[in-house]
């Protein structure tokens, strides 16, 4: 068996999306290694003659969008419940997705725990919100960020049934459906939005990648994943346990 490479690496070595990769892997139209709940490897000649051998018709995955451009706030109120499915609205575009997994949501839990017990101490007048909830920042961007904190000083755009403008720190939490609209278009929406800090958390990868606004462009200030120390130069005293927030659970 040669080297196995990651769903990432795979993608960029046939020039497709990841989405696809991973529409291919659930459909089982191309062989993986499978290393535990929802982790694949995959073998590049293994790949190579299940796409060529069955003469198969690769298709670039698309994110579900509505059939035109224009949906606004107002539209968004409308749309009606669906359960295992949230929106947003992107530059006036309605997405659709399905709801996050088990794993998806263990991170987020011990993350939301950990950053918690840190702003409950640095900013004890702001407030640590999860999904669902809405953030509008503008008529035609309504957004669910997975993890989101307001300051104290800023604690007037929290109203009832949303947040009216931009977060002090927005955490996404990626899913093999969403990684291309959260790295490029989520990023985009909140550097125009000046949002000062977005965080990308990849489960599949185990990394948590840490962007501060630098001008207009979102600058990397910290990364790591399992085994690494995890600080930030803007939040004195943060040392998340990555180890913790990336722990899988024993599969029986």
């Not at 709940?37 to 509505?66: C, D, I, N, S």
């Not at 997994?101 to 702001?126: A, C, I, N, W």
């Not at 490029?184 to 185990?206: F, G, S, T």
């Amino acid at each position: 068996m040669g080297k196995l490479l990651t769903a990432q690496e795979l993608a960029e070595m046939l020039n497709l999306s990841v989405e696809t990769i991973w529409r291919y892997t659930r459909q089982k139209k191309i062989p993986a290694v499978e290393l535990g709940e929802k982790q694949y490897r995959y073998e590049k000649e293994a790949v190579m003659a299940a796409l060529t051998g069955g003469g198969m018709l690769v298709q670039e995955e698309r994110p579900v969008y509505a059939r035109q451009k224009g949906y606004t706030y107002e539209d968004y109120l409308k749309l009606p419940e669906e359960p295992g499915y949230r929106y947003e609205i992107l530059e006036g575009f309605l997405v659709k997705e399905p709801s996050p997994t088990k794993h998806h949501q263990r991170v987020s839990r011990e993350l939301v725990r950990q950053l918690m017990f840190y702003f409950d101490q640095f900013d004890p007048e702001g407030e640590l919100f999860y999904a669902p909830l809405d953030v509008t920042l503008t008529s035609i961007n309504v957004l669910q960020p997975d993890i989101l904190f307001i300051s104290g000083s800023r604690k007037g755009i929290i109203y009832e049934d949303r947040i009216d403008g931009p977060c002090d720190l927005v955490v996404e939490i990626m899913s093999p459906t969403n990684r291309r609209k959260d790295r490029l278009q989520k990023m985009e929406i909140y550097r125009k939005a000046e949002i000062p800090h977005y965080w990308l958390v990849d489960p599949e990868e185990n990394t948590l990648e840490a962007f501060m606004l630098r001008g207009e462009i979102y600058a990397l200030m910290a990364a790591g994943g399992p085994g690494d120390q995890f600080t930030h130069p803007d939040f004195p005293g943060l040392d998340l346990n990555l180890d913790r927030i990336f722990r899988r659970p024993l599969i029986r």
